[in-house]
């Protein structure tokens, strides 16, 4: 088995040998047209096309979630919490919920003649990446003074205020007759995106829906990768190693950690402004506890720190849960005999999937290179040898 | 810039420690304890085990608070100073037991230490404008250099820390704390788990170091050897007390030094 993989490896190391340069940028590039010419290979309203933009929704939760947890090692329980402020960004700022408001920014005609604030939804989903930032802070400050275990519990509790907030937000009246939110009744009739040329977004055709997401993922793709090789990616995952270290080689403790903290809740929040407009409402009965460790088991299942396993992680659970239990899989169960459908028990699946994970391969599904670096990479007899025999500590004398 | 009453030090002090104490609840670790570190000088701190001498090192880089007393870096009160303010300031240190990242390569680690000298934030970072393409190379390549000069082996610069045996994490630690061009190295027992031809290689090359970079060093040690070879002066502790400083000669043969070490003989 060990002298498998190592042929395995010495294969791939010799591929990569003779692959040009430009492979990388090469293959980010065909992976990128495969993206966007994906939705013509199926029907533009398929359940699989509404699968897809879910999943890749959940990718971009994933990515930003595995800021916060994956590089900066902060356990964050309360992820929930941006996914509905970015989805009340939306309520408040791309429909007649603010019904005194007359606010209109390059949006569609129709939308032009109704009351209430409504923006472009990429105007909204800068605000929202605002709020949420800006939400991450105020959350954050007294949060991360705290270490480990701690911080879980904190966020949990966090998440929690601000879904009971949501609920309740009809008695909180912020002027004018207008409440903060519509509680369980939720913002309806929010405006869809409006971005002539792409086509236009609505129900029977799923495809620019599609596209918007897909771009918004290569942008949070992006900063992701770009934050990584960085001097703020380093000086996160020094402080995920060893905290007293990382402080004593100048790192800034809180504000290094809320940098992370606000970086993935803006992602949070950009994936939740989506949410509101593709699911057409904004219902504080979406935004449950279980949603947090839903996002974090696709950054655990993909692999801890990993991006393109914080991708992977996402899509998987995506389509799982929105395709292959619902719509494949669904009826399994009674044709089998027994009285009840797959959906009842998807917890269940998700549960014993993280299970199977967690004994088949901890790492992940594509782990972060360090971790496979420690996994693999050895000191050969050879590096021990030279130890021995150069011996002496210090430098060139 | 010497306060009333007390006679100018010898040499400008790059760090001065007066009157500190540190109380953990009713334990007093530290305990009054005033000293100089003259610039460009070696001086070590010595003491038996427990005497409070990492917990004075963990007050002058900010990870403890002094309870009383003021910490001068040069004529910067950094006593109440984070940690990150104070590197920031010149002060790099090791840690007893090795802390180096391990997750993370030896060059990576390296330029961990390079953080407080480095200006990239987080749309630097991002949108990587060609100056920050150039400080990330220019600190790489600084990173490389440093951990030849501590004589890592290039084989091992892109290994990760926690695979590089023993004395190349010790290295590695060095030159993570050179890093941030300190004007103060802090090194907590640098010999530990060393034999002596590695001890005694160690103390030539703290004076290179010395030398070469312009550096002042405080050394905590217990290897008496490198100790008298090695510094100008010596400061020792027992019981979180000041019992002595002067040359290393003065110090060896202090009655009180000798009973801290070898008991109160009867």
Redesign the interface.
């Known amino acids: 088995m060990s002298e498998l993989r190592a042929q395995l490896r010495e294969w791939r190391a010799a591929v990569d040998k003779r692959l040009p340069p430009w492979w990388s940028r090469a293959l980010a590039g065909l992976l990128i047209v495969i993206g966007i010419v994906l939705p013509f290979l199926f029907s533009p309203a398929s359940a699989f096309m509404n699968a897809t933009i879910i999943a890749v929704a959940y990718a971009v939760m994933s990515l930003g979630l595995n800021i916060v947890v994956g590089f900066a090692g902060l356990l964050d329980l309360g992820y929930v919490a941006f996914y509905a402020l970015g989805a009340y960004s939306l309520g408040w700022l791309g429909s007649g919920f603010f019904f005194k408001a007359q606010v209109h920014v390059l949006v569609s005609p129709v939308a032009r003649t109704l009351p209430g604030v409504h923006l472009n939804f990429i105007l909204i989903l800068i605000a929202a990446a605002l709020i949420c930032a800006a939400a991450g802070v105020v959350i954050g400050l007294p949060t991360l003074r705290l270490r480990g275990d701690y911080i879980a519990i904190v966020t949990l509790a966090f998440g929690e205020i601000i879904v009971t907030v949501a609920i309740n937000g009809q008695s909180i009246h912020v002027g004018g007759g207008m409440t903060l939110t519509a509680g369980n009744l939720g913002i309806s009739a929010v405006d869809a995106p409006y971005f002539p040329g792409i086509g236009s977004f609505n129900l029977l055709n799923l495809r620019p829906w599609y596209w918007l997401i897909f771009a918004i993922l290569l942008v949070v793709l992006f900063?992701n990768l770009?934050?990584r090789d960085?001097?703020?990616?380093?000086?996160w995952?020094?402080l995920?190693?060893?905290e007293?270290?990382?402080?004593?080689?100048?790192?800034?403790?809180v504000k290094t950690k809320l940098?992370a903290y606000a970086?993935g809740a803006a992602f949070g929040g950009m994936s939740g402004a989506f949410f509101g407009t593709y699911y057409t409402v904004v219902n504080a009965g979406q935004f449950q506890f279980g949603f947090s460790i839903f996002i974090l088991a696709m950054v655990i299942i993909g692999g801890l720190g990993s991006i393109w396993g914080a991708v992977v992680g996402g899509l998987a659970l995506g389509y799982i849960n929105n395709y292959l239990i619902p719509d494949v899989l669904n009826s399994i169960p009674a044709k089998l005999g027994f009285n009840f459908q797959l959906t009842a028990v998807e917890f269940g699946i998700f549960g014993f999937l993280l299970v199977i994970m967690m004994v088949l391969r901890p790492q992940g599904l594509i782990p972060e290179r360090?971790?496979r670096?420690?996994l693999t990479?050895?000191?050969t007899a050879e590096?021990?040898q030279?130890?021995e025999t150069?011996?002496?500590?210090?430098?060139?004398? | 810039m010497s306060p009333v009453g007390t006679p100018a030090p010898p040499a400008v002090a790059v760090l001065r420690a007066e009157h500190v104490t540190k109380m953990f609840g009713g334990l007093v670790a530290v305990n009054d304890v005033s000293f100089d570190v003259p610039q460009h000088s070696i001086v070590s701190l010595i003491g038996p085990n427990g005497a409070g001498k990492t917990t004075l090192f963990n007050m002058l880089t900010g990870l403890y608070r002094p309870t009383e007393g003021r910490i001068l870096l040069g004529e910067r009160d950094i006593t109440h100073s984070r940690p990150d303010i104070i590197t920031r300031h010149g002060v790099a240190r090791t840690f007893q037991n090795i802390r180096l990242f391990g997750a993370m390569t030896a060059v990576e680690n390296v330029m961990v230490g390079h953080h407080a000298r480095m200006r990239a934030g987080l749309f630097g970072s991002i949108f990587r404008p060609p100056w920050v393409r150039r400080e990330e190379l220019q600190t790489r390549e600084h990173a490389r250099e440093l951990l030849a000069y501590v004589g890592l082996r290039e084989l091992v610069f892109d290994r990760l820390a926690s695979q590089l045996p023993y004395g190349d994490q010790r290295r590695v630690e060095i030159a993570r704390a050179l890093a941030s061009q300190p004007r103060l190295l802090l090194l907590d027992e640098p010999t530990a788990g060393m034999n002596p031809q590695e001890s005694q290689a160690l103390t030539e090359f703290m004076r290179a170091m010395r030398d070469d970079l312009k550096l002042t060093i405080l050394l905590i040690e217990h290897d008496m050897k490198v100790v008298m070879g090695v510094s100008e002066r010596v400061t020792v502790l027992d019981y979180g007390k000041k019992i002595a400083e002067g040359e290393p000669a003065e110090v060896r043969a202090d009655p009180g030094v000798i009973e801290a070490y070898l008991g109160k003989q009867a």
Do not use: K, N, W, Y
């Open positions: 900063v770009r934050l960085s001097r703020l990616g380093r000086a995952i020094a995920r190693e060893d007293v270290a990382a402080v004593s080689m100048g790192i800034p403790l940098l970086i360090r971790r670096l420690e990479a050895e000191i590096d021990a030279l130890v150069q011996g002496p500590a210090g430098g060139p004398t």
